[in-house]
């Protein structure tokens, strides 16, 4: 093969290719795989409207369920004949319909859009729907002349042909149950009458409102009623008890949901103090070496061992609280390890952490104190000659094992509260009662309730 002859056949691949990317990888192979999708659609859409048919005429909600679930078939076919339509309008619909698989396809699937659009629906009205689900289901069988409209709409440009089913009316019939008897408004009013001699029998009622269903056993609920107001009163009384910061009023209002709940007392308890749990404090452990500075810098990504320091914001006197925790000697554990400190730059002076004197659970602490902190401030801590690090020899580009120092900087971030004063309170309320609704629910009926 020639160099030319080469060069020609990859600017023919590279046209090839890029011709791919404009029209798509393969336009027919797509557009069989659409139409197949399809076919299987349709299979989905027929199971679905078979369903429909075999409960359409019962009593209940099931029918409505089917009806939803035969729309959301009818919405899938559509969104395949939309597409379809698409594809066929741009510049690859002539080889699209000169292949022999697309065009065998086609015609399996014009025979199902057919079946589809054809059919009687007479079959499919819903007989007996509940009267407090007539609005949705009034609304799913709405969707269904102008979902089977547009995929009529795209038959001439899909099949080539006329299509047959233009201007057929496809109306779904809903029915309301005339003999069913919707028991929620009843099932409010039987535990209303059983609660009628208590002074705050609107707290039954509340919950009745919350609980009663549609098909409820009335008389099992007015008996459980009876029985349980022997020994219940229509409030729930319940008491939580809770802190607020010391100097601020309380609103017990704050605290009480105006629609079902009610104030019965609330009073003051003990002034304590509790942690602070947005204490300001920042956290440092020995992070990368840096040739420049000769030292190890500090890092804020810390893991459960070793050493740590702790840096907490200025306390009222404006000092700041540091403590250190796991430092030893890298040479020798039983040596002193030594501290410098600085605050804004300026040194102010060292500690010395002994192995045996000064620690607390492994960890020293001490004050910075000669210096008055203000928000923003810089501390430092130098250690000298505690932190065993491995770097790079700039001569060999060997690394080597050596002591270093470790730096740590930061930056007080504000003040620190260590502990938060708070007042205790006790609130009592009157709230809707749990059992109401356990009682309603134990009462939901087994058949029918009928009038």
């Not at 197949?36 to 359409?56: H, I, T, V, W």
């Not at 050493?307 to 890298?330: L, W």
Request: hydrophobic fraction near 40%; glycine fraction near 8%.
């Amino acid at each position: 093969m020639t160099k030319r002859s080469g060069l020609a056949m990859a600017l023919c691949s590279i046209a090839a290719l890029t011709a791919m990317i404009l029209t798509g990888c393969n336009p027919v192979g797509d557009f069989h795989d659409l139409v197949e999708g399809g076919n299987e659609a349709l299979l989905k859409e027929d199971m679905a409207f078979r369903q429909l048919k075999s409960s359409a005429p019962a009593r209940g909600e099931a029918a409505i369920s089917d009806l939803s679930g035969w729309v959301g078939t009818l919405n899938n076919l559509k969104t395949v004949m939309s597409t379809a339509n698409e594809k066929l309008s741009g510049k690859a619909a002539q080889k699209i319909r000169a292949s022999q698989a697309v065009q065998t396809a086609l015609s399996r699937f014009k025979s199902g859009i057919d079946e589809v659009l054809g059919r009687s629906y007479a079959d499919a009205g819903l007989k007996l729907v509940p009267p407090w689900r007539m609005g949705d289901a009034q609304a799913i069988a709405m969707q269904v002349p102008n979902t089977l409209k547009a995929i009529g709409s795209y038959y001439q440009a899909i099949f080539s042909a006329t299509n047959p089913y233009a201007g057929r009316s496809f109306t779904i019939d809903v029915q309301q149950d005339e003999a069913i008897l919707d028991t929620y408004q009843g099932c409010v009013e039987k535990v209303e009458m059983a609660a009628r001699g208590q002074a705050k029998s609107n707290y039954c009622v509340n919950a009745a409102r919350a609980a009663c269903g549609h098909q409820i056993d009335l008389g099992c609920v007015q008996g459980k009623m009876m029985g349980a107001l022997a020994n219940n009163i229509c409030p729930d009384v319940k008491t939580f008890d809770f802190t607020i910061p010391a100097n601020e009023p309380f609103n017990p209002n704050a605290h009480i949901n105006g629609g079902t709940e009610e104030l019965k007392e609330w009073k003051y308890g003990r002034i304590v103090t509790e942690p602070n749990p947005d204490r300001n404090v920042a956290t440092f452990c020995p992070g990368q070496f840096n040739p420049e500075a000769k030292a190890v810098m500090s890092s804020m990504s810390c893991y459960g061992y070793g050493p740590k320091v702790r840096i907490y914001g200025y306390n009222q006197d404006r000092h700041v609280q540091i403590e250190i925790e796991g430092v030893k000697h890298a040479n020798d554990p039983r040596k002193d390890v030594k501290v410098n400190m600085y605050a804004e730059g300026r040194y102010v002076g060292q500690h010395v952490i002994r192995p045996d004197y000064g620690w607390n659970n492994n960890v020293y602490t001490f004050m910075i104190t000669e210096s008055a902190f203000q928000y923003n401030s810089m501390v430092r801590l130098e250690f000298l000659d505690m932190v065993d690090v491995d770097v790079t020899d700039q001569a060999t580009g060997q690394l080597r094992h050596k002591t270093a120092h470790w730096v740590v900087d930061a930056q007080i971030k504000g003040e620190d509260v260590p502990f938060l004063t708070k007042k205790e309170v006790r609130l009592t309320k009157y709230m809707p009662n749990a059992w109401v609704g356990g009682i309603v629910r134990s009462c939901a009926a087994q058949a029918p309730v009928l009038k």
